[in-house]
Each structure stands twice: as C-alpha cells, then as structure tokens.
Nanobody, 122 residues
Framework: QVQLVESGGGLVQAGGSLRLSCAASGSIFSINAMGWYRQAPGKQRELVAAITNGGTTNYADSVKGRFTISRDNAKNTVYLQMNSLKPEDTAVYYC????????????????WGQGTQVTVSS
C-alpha cells in the first residue's frame, strides 16, 4: 500500500508562485517515476508533470516554462514549483508514483492522497 501526502497549496494572485510538496511512503521500494496531477471542477484528473528517478522530466504543454518538477530520492518526496500562475491553474493537485519510467493516466492508479487546493485569483 502507498501513502501520499500533498501540501503547499493555497490562494495566490495571478502571476504569483507556489511550491507544492508530496511525501510518499509505504510499499514504494524501487519506485521510478513520480508525478503531479490536477483536477479542476467538472474536469478529469490530468497529468501536469513527471520525473524519473534519474531526473528526466516531462510537462503538459499548458505548464511548460512555468512549472518545474523536482524530487529528493532520499526523502521519497516530489516537489512542484509553480510560477506565473494563471486562473486556469486553479485545481486540486495530487501526486502519485509508478514503478515504470512514465506516469500513466490517472484511472490506472487506485491510491491517491487527499490533494492540495491551489486557487489562483485574477
């Protein structure tokens, strides 16, 4: 079983920044990819950014150049630095882990944390 605890969300004005953190624990031996997803009201949960244990990253087109994902393998923690935030970034943000090199569609995973709310005002 995997436990995921996200933190760092909040209310920020457009153009502002936030840094999210997610600590993974439990049955996570040899995990490879870690990623961030988000879900806005009435929308499906979408992958925002992912990173392998070797540091390879990929981003959704909507956040490229504004968000940066990083991780601390010793702490099993993944971070998401979000800059130049826009109102359309408003969502609940979740993290997850995978034993493969890529994160999959959200429906693949059965375990999720409580998420952290990010609200960007215009």
């Amino acid at each position: 079983q995997v436990q995921l605890v996200e933190s760092g969300g909040g209310l920020v004005q457009a153009g502002g920044s936030l840094r999210l953190s997610c600590a993974a624990s439990g049955s996570i031996f040899s995990i490879n990819a870690m990623g961030w997803y988000r879900q806005a009201p009435g929308k499906q949960r979408e992958l925002v950014a992912a990173i392998t244990n070797g540091g390879t990253t990929n981003y959704a087109d909507s956040v490229k150049g504004r968000f940066t994902i990083s991780r601390d393998n010793a702490k099993n923690t993944v971070y998401l630095q979000m800059n130049s935030l826009k109102p359309e970034d408003t969502a609940v943000y979740y993290c997850n882990v995978d034993w493969g090199v890529t994160m999959r569609a959200s429906l693949f995973y059965h375990y999720w944390g409580q998420g952290t709310q990010v609200t960007v005002s215009s």
